[in-house]
Nanobody, 115 residues
Framework: QVQLVESGGGLVQAGGSLRLSCAAS????????MGWYRQAPGKQRELVAA???????MYSDSVKGRFTISRDNAKNTVYLQMNSLKPEDTAVYYC?????????WGQGTQVTVSS
């Protein structure tokens, strides 16, 4: 069982930056697949960025070059640095972890980008 708690969301103007954090209740050293998803009102949840089971990172085309996912295993935390934010980045951002056949989600953190 892994509990995930996101933080760092808020209101920011277009062009600004935010850094989201996802703190896990257990060691993430052996959790290869962790990532960030987002869900905007009226839209499906979509993958934003993730660490793959091959140890690499992947990004959606819409955030490539602007967002960076990173992790600090010693702190059991995954981060999402978001730069050059756009109004279309407005959404609830969720942290995700996959452990074997199980999938864990955080409660989400709201990111609102004003134009």
């Amino acid at each position: 069982q892994v509990q995930l708690v996101e933080s760092g969301g808020g209101l920011v103007q277009a062009g600004g930056s935010l850094r989201l954090s996802c703190a896990a209740s257990a060691s993430i050293y052996r959790i290869k697949v962790m990532g960030w998803y987002r869900q905007a009102p009226g839209k499906q949840r979509e993958l934003v960025a993730a660490f793959t089971d091959m140890g690499s990172t992947m990004y959606s085309d819409s955030v490539k070059g602007r967002f960076t996912i990173s992790r600090d295993n010693a702190k059991n935390t995954v981060y999402l640095q978001m730069n050059s934010l756009k109004p279309e980045d407005t959404a609830v951002y969720y942290c995700n972890a996959r452990v074997g056949l199980f999938e864990y989600w955080g409660q989400g953190t709201q990111v609102t980008v004003s134009s």
